[in-house]
């Protein structure tokens, strides 16, 4: 590509920014891609391969929170993404509850039958009949394709701009919506999981073979507002205890990791025009969901920006909600 301007820019070579860029490179539109760090550079490179069928959370929590139609809209729009989602091995997700959630237990079961989501109670806590592992590197082919759309190190104009990045907050828009917040991952050499696996309200993760990422609550400020993709020893401290009580055959730590992702101030993600503003728009604000999201997110942008019929976002994921 030349450095005439582009039709589109989209910042942020993640998952949902390679998305939107291969959606718009297909249908013909002139991209320019930009992210300092290049493909996967941030916080997708380093994600363990794990796609919910629903954001984080316990379904009642959930449902709590946005309330019956809305957490129900939200799991069937992940839903919808996941029939999209290249590389994944559908063998659904297990909950392993903690002491502190096995009294949510039959909250959480009988809300996710009231919004869509199919679960069944296990020993352990409940499985999650959809979502699973990824196979990263057959997700990254397939949003590359075999015409890649190069990634520049610099922003360069364009007629509209995307925002497929939160780590750091290119537009005013966000500066007040978006905070970055290191994630840790701790890799073991014991044996692979066949399902991934969830516990502590989903603030860990296990995957892969054997691999476990979260635990950010082990600081007093649950790493909120680091920007430095330095492990922090009292995280990799309690994935390591988390892990070998939870898989005591997890083996010696062969590597730790960590990157920084977004969260947004009310915990889902941001997508869609930034109001008055329709040649900006975001889809940023994961955390660390990403692969739940990322792809439907992007189809909903990339359906915006070329005028194709669309059903959206749900509401509670639009721009809109903080409009004045």
Do not use: N
Request: proline residues 9%; contains cysteine.
């Amino acid at each position: 590509m030349s450095d005439d301007p582009a039709e589109v820019q989209v910042h942020g070579a993640g998952w949902a920014g390679l998305a939107i860029a291969r959606g718009l490179a297909d249908a013909g539109v002139r991209v320019r891609l930009v992210d300092p760090a290049g493909v996967l550079g941030g916080a997708s490179g380093r994600a363990l391969g794990v796609a919910l069928p629903t954001h984080p959370e316990h379904p009642h929590r959930l449902e709590a929170g946005l309330g019956t139609a809305g957490a129900a809209a939200l799991v069937a729009f992940i839903r919808e993404g996941l029939d999209a989602l290249p590389g994944l091995a559908r063998v659904g997700v297990d909950w392993l509850a903690s002491p502190q959630e096995r009294g949510e237990l039959d909250d959480a079961l009988a809300a996710a039958a009231r919004i869509g989501l199919g679960a069944t109670r296990t020993d352990a806590g409940y499985h999650l009949h959809d979502g699973g592992g990824v196979d990263l590197a057959a997700l990254l082919a397939a949003l590359r394709g075999p015409d890649p759309v190069p990634v520049h190190a610099t922003a360069g104009t364009a007629e509209v701009d995307v925002y497929a990045t939160g780590a750091v907050a290119l537009d005013p828009f966000l500066a007040d919506k978006l905070t970055p917040v290191r994630w840790q991952a701790v890799h073991f050499d014991g044996p692979a999981l066949a399902v991934p696996v969830v516990s502590q309200h989903a603030t860990v993760f296990w995957a892969g073979g054997l691999s476990a990422a979260g635990a950010r609550w082990a600081t007093p400020h649950m790493e909120v507002g680091e920007t430095s993709p330095v492990p922090e020893p009292r995280v990799t401290a309690m994935l390591e205890r988390l892990t070998r009580a939870a898989f005591p055959d997890a083996g010696a730590i062969l590597d730790v990791r960590a990157g920084i992702v977004a969260e947004s101030c009310d915990g889902l993600p941001i997508v869609g025009p930034v109001p008055g503003r329709p040649r900006a728009v975001v889809c940023a604000g994961f955390g660390v969901a990403g692969l739940a999201y990322a792809l439907p997110c992007a189809r909903a942008v990339v359906d915006g920006l070329l005028g194709r019929p669309s059903a959206g976002v749900p509401k509670p994921l639009r721009t809109a909600r903080f409009a004045p």
